[in-house]
Structures are given as structure tokens and as C-alpha cells.
């Protein structure tokens, strides 16, 4: 059974610093894994979507990384700034789904003005 | 992009009521859609899978009679939870998928405050 990790739960920097946040998974058989954000009370906003076949994206100050084989993204926000202040998700579609998304519980992260 | 708009965002309904939120899918067609509760400070969990013309598949631990899905059109999926309770208090968010390789669409999702 699928499951994924996300590593810290909860992360406070100074705006400005350059920053890593971890999602982990079980079975390497997905079909994508995909980073979002979601804001106090609010839905979710897609960053980042990363195809097995694929080792990077990048938008912006984002970029996301995919080592399937060991089953580990990581998501790199550059010159963080207090408006990335979220909760940011990582959710993998497996394989064997019917489209389903299995998600981690995702990173807090604060940025301090 | 596609986009998948969700019904109301926020709700407060009295216990004992029933209450029905709306998932669209506005420029496409979506045979399937999720529907996934919240609880604060806790990842997205599916609650069930919603079938066009069909019935929708529960996941373990969700009370069909409670809540209640239907997907009577290609465009459109309800969920109704029936004899709301303040522990059903919770965020609700729908979803319908994209092709195998793209990206899954979101709803705005539905704060439900049961008092």
C-alpha cells in the first residue's frame, strides 16, 4: 500500500533563505507525483507536477526534483518570501489507481519577515 | 487550463440538517470524481469515488447513507451529508482527473461548520 511522507511538518525561516521540503513514497510505481499549496481555510493550488519519466520541473522560484527509485521528491523554493507562507502538499498518483492521489500531510511553512 | 468549480465554500448548518455541495467541471467532461474531507492540521483523505451513471465506490470507514453521492451528468457530482452532525464539521474538496499523465483539477473545496 502506497503511502507517502512529508518531512518536516512544520518549517519557520527568514524571508530571504533558500529552502528544501521533503516528500517521500512507498512504491516506486507511480505515474506522477505532483507538489501543491493550500492557504489557511482555502483549496489547493497546483505548483508543481513531476511525470515518472522525469527527474525536474521548474517554475519560478520552484523546482522540484523526482528520484523514483528511491522514492523521494523534494520541492526547492528559492529567495523565500512571506507570501509563500502555506501549507504545501505532495500527493503521488500510483499505477494500479483509478486515478486516485494518495497525499502526504504536508509541510507548514512560515516565512519570517 | 481546466477548471473544476466547487459549491458553496463555506456553509454553516444547524445539527440535524442536510446540506449538498456542488462539484462542476466546466470546460470538460469528468466520467469520475473524488471527493476528500479534511480534518484540521491533516492531509486529504478520499472518501469515496464518484461514477458517472453509476454507483460511487466508498472507501473504508464512510458511511454511504450519510453521505450521499450522485453524478447524474457528465459535468456535475453532489455530495449531500445528511443529518449533519458537528463532528462532520470539516473541509471537503472534489477533484476530477486529467488524462493518465496530467495533473488531478480541484474544486475550492467546502468549509462545513455543523453547530
Known amino acids: 500500500k502506497q503511502e507517502v511522507t512529508q518531512i518536516p511538518a512544520a518549517l519557520s525561516v527568514p524571508e530571504g533563505e533558500n529552502l528544501v521540503l521533503n516528500c517521500s513514497f512507498t512504491?516506486?510505481?507511480?505515474?506522477?507525483l505532483q507538489w501543491f499549496r493550500q492557504d489557511p481555510g482555502k483549496g489547493l493550488t497546483s505548483l508543481l507536477l513531476?511525470?515518472?519519466s522525469q527527474r525536474e520541473q521548474t517554475s519560478g522560484r520552484l523546482n522540484a526534483s523526482l528520484d523514483k527509485s528511491s522514492g523521494r521528491s523534494t520541492l526547492y523554493i528559492a529567495a523565500s518570501q512571506p507570501g509563500d507562507s502555506a501549507t504545501y502538499l505532495c500527493?503521488?498518483?500510483?499505477?494500479?489507481?483509478?486515478?486516485?492521489?494518495?497525499w502526504g500531510a504536508g509541510t507548514k511553512l512560515i516565512i519570517k519577515p | 487550463g481546466a477548471v473544476v468549480s466547487q459549491h458553496p465554500s463555506r456553509v454553516i448548518c444547524k445539527s440535524g440538517t442536510s446540506v449538498k455541495i456542488e462539484c462542476r467541471s466546466l470546460?470538460?467532461?469528468?466520467?469520475?470524481m473524488f471527493w476528500y474531507r479534511q480534518f484540521p492540521k491533516q492531509s486529504l483523505m478520499l472518501m469515496a469515488t464518484?461514477?458517472?451513471?453509476?454507483?460511487?465506490?466508498?472507501e473504508q470507514g464512510v458511511e454511504k447513507d450519510k453521505f450521499l453521492i450522485n453524478h447524474a451528468s457528465l459535468t456535475l457530482s453532489t455530495l449531500t451529508v445528511t443529518s449533519a452532525h458537528p463532528e462532520d464539521s470539516s473541509f471537503y474538496i472534489c477533484?476530477?482527473?486529467?488524462?493518465?499523465?496530467?495533473?488531478?483539477?480541484f474544486g475550492q473545496g467546502t468549509r462545513l461548520t455543523v453547530v
Open positions: 500527493a503521488v498518483r500510483p499505477r494500479d489507481s483509478n486515478y486516485q492521489l494518495i
Open positions: 464518484s461514477n458517472e451513471g453509476s454507483k460511487a465506490t466508498y
Open positions: 512504491d516506486s510505481a507511480i505515474y506522477n
Open positions: 477533484s476530477a482527473p486529467g488524462r493518465a499523465n496530467t495533473e488531478a483539477f
Open positions: 513531476i511525470q515518472s
Open positions: 470546460d470538460f467532461q469528468a466520467t469520475t
